[in-house]
């Protein structure tokens, strides 16, 4: 079952060689471990590059945000089993 969200969340990411890696996520006073990032991709939105990831930890899989003008994270989406 897929639910679309729009909601800040805190992240610990990685950043490392210029790119940047989830490595977990707070979400409704939940601390999320990323297991595993399955894909990630770049869009535009005016003239800011916002980087998306998919990421599992291996009960959901998460779509994450990072808008990197403003520093801010947010969960797009869950898609989750049952």
Known sequence: MQEELNEKIDCKALFS?????PQQFKWKKKWYVVQKVLLRWEDRKGRELLRHFSVTDKANIFHIVFY???LIWKLRGIDSEG
């Open 17 to 21: 060689k210029g790119t940047v890696t």
């Open 68 to 70: 990197p003008e403003s």
